[in-house]
């Protein structure tokens, strides 16, 4: 429903730091839940980190402290601050508003890949 664009993504070496930005053709202002999600090969698409529009934050455990998910909604963008990367953070990330549970269009994400 809302076009959302990722980019950043890219090659990194164990141990570096990666942020990606997630842009919006439209104010997000208005959604409450906005979050970071990825897919790896051969798994399923899984939680990263989401926040909403009280700037509360969630994230999965494997990223915890380690990984920083924020939101500029006049910017109409949410971004994703990954330190300390690791192999195992290997795979596309991706944007979407939670409607509750419901989604709207996945993009085409962005690739990371961190090396050994």
């Known amino acids: 429903q809302v076009q959302l664009v990722e980019s950043g993504g890219g090659l990194v070496q164990a141990g570096g730091s990666l942020k990606l930005s997630c842009r919006a053709a439209s104010s997000i202002f208005r959604f409450n839940l906005m979050g970071w999600y990825r897919q790896a090969p051969g798994k399923q698409r899984e939680l990263v980190a989401t926040?909403?529009?009280?700037?509360?934050?969630n994230y999965a455990d494997s990223v915890k402290d380690r990984f920083t998910i924020s939101r500029d909604n006049a910017k109409n963008t949410v971004y994703l601050q990954m330190n300390s990367l690791k192999p195992e953070d290997t795979a596309v990330y991706y944007c979407?508003?939670?409607?509750?549970?419901?989604?709207?269009?996945w993009g085409q994400g962005t690739q990371v890949t961190v090396s050994s």
């Open positions: 926040i909403s529009s009280s700037l509360s934050t």
């Open positions: 979407n508003l939670d409607r509750g549970g419901r989604y709207d269009s």
